[in-house]
């Protein structure tokens, strides 16, 4: 079945280490979004890549990064974690046809905890 | 930037009852999408509205978009304990290319 996954599930890791979470996809979509969930809270949007352009949200602090290396796969990276980026970091894919924009589907998540 | 604004928060019902969560916003949409996510899981798409005044149907599910394009709403009739879960709005930014999520409604269902 086609869809997205993400490694790994769960990810704990130490303060101001850095850490890389990982997306792949197989819809060929050639959209793919990175947002950070909070508890209780709505997906924020970190950023996202339109085909090779890469667009950062601007309040994503400089410590997010992302790679996307080709259509199936996407990476963040945080560079130093803080404690307040411990969230459920959810990756998802659309094909966009602006100016509507699509449905996203979104891969399982990844915990991440920071100690 | 482009807010939506999502009520209620939170809503708690006895199974067989109707629930109703409602999305605003200041300025005109050109579409609105709706997403589930159950506890522990993550977003899934319902359905997406275009056409201002557009109702669309899901068996108990009934989605509206307002005719001014600036509202929408989601009901379920006879809540079952399948449908517990926080249910958000989504409006689509054609200038970020991107959704914008309303702050969601969690429904608890009480059997």
């Known amino acids: 079945d086609a869809m997205v996954i993400q490694n790994p599930r769960y990810q704990v890791t130490q303060f101001g280490k850095p850490v890389t979470l990982s997306c792949s996809q197989t819809?060929?979509?050639?959209?793919m979004y990175w947002y950070q969930q909070k508890s209780s809270q709505a997906p924020k949007l970190l950023f996202h890549y339109y085909d090779k352009d890469f667009n950062n949200e601007a309040d994503t602090p400089d410590n997010f990064q992302s790679r996307r290396p080709n259509t199936s796969f996407c990476f963040l990276d945080i560079r130093s974690p803080g404690l307040g980026d411990a969230a459920m970091y959810l990756c998802a894919t659309s094909v966009d046809l602006a100016p509507l924009g699509r449905e996203q589907y979104f891969g399982p998540g990844t915990r991440l905890t920071v100690t | 930037g482009q807010q939506v604004m999502q009520i209620p928060q939170y809503q708690h019902v006895q199974e067989g009852e109707d629930f109703t969560t409602y999305c605003n916003s200041s300025t005109t949409l050109s579409n609105i999408q709706w997403y589930k996510q159950r506890p522990g899981g993550h977003p899934v798409f319902l359905i997406q509205l275009v056409k201002s005044g557009e109702v669309k149907k899901q068996k108990r599910l009934t989605f509206q978009f307002g005719e001014a394009k600036k509202n929408s709403s989601l009901h379920i009739t006879a809540t079952q304990t399948t449908d517990v879960g926080t249910y958000f709005c989504a409006a689509y930014d054609t200038g970020r290319r991107a959704l914008t999520f309303g702050s969601g409604t969690r429904l608890q269902v009480q059997p």
């Open positions: 819809l060929n979509h050639n959209v």
